[in-house]
């Protein structure tokens, strides 16, 4: 019987994704042709969206998330079944988060801003 080593997983992302369920479009093609998609994470650097045929998504395009009122260039890094893996291209490295926040994300930056503030 061999003893089969387990790697430990490694985060490679430069920060962590936020879950989310969120209406997106792929748009491509000159705007001329969109895919709706649901992106299912996201952050100032990737994303994940799924949508039927992720084959049928080009190498680049823009993302565009109405709910946060965003429009990212991306370019597919992985693709599987329904899913797919996107950089982002569009936040340079002095502004890593660009986007506007959600109410949730405003609440709880105002409680950690209050909660280092009691320190």
Not at 9 to 32: A, C, H, M, Y
Not at 44 to 67: I, K, Q, S, T
Request: proline share 5%; net charge positive.
């Amino acid at each position: 019987m061999t003893d089969t080593l387990i790697e430990p997983f490694i985060e490679r992302r430069r920060e962590p994704r936020l879950r989310s369920l969120l209406t997106g479009t792929i748009v491509f093609d000159g705007n001329k042709a969109t895919l709706d998609c649901v992106v299912r994470s996201i952050s100032a650097y990737g994303a994940r969206v799924e949508l039927p045929d992720a084959f049928r998504v080009p190498e680049a395009f823009n993302l565009v998330v109405p709910h946060h009122d965003q429009v990212h260039h991306a370019r597919v890094v992985w693709r599987k079944g329904e899913r797919a893996g996107l950089a982002l291209s569009d936040v340079d490295d002095g502004a890593i988060d660009r986007r506007k926040m959600t109410p949730r994300e405003q609440r709880r930056a105002k409680r950690a801003a209050v909660a280092s503030a009691n320190y």
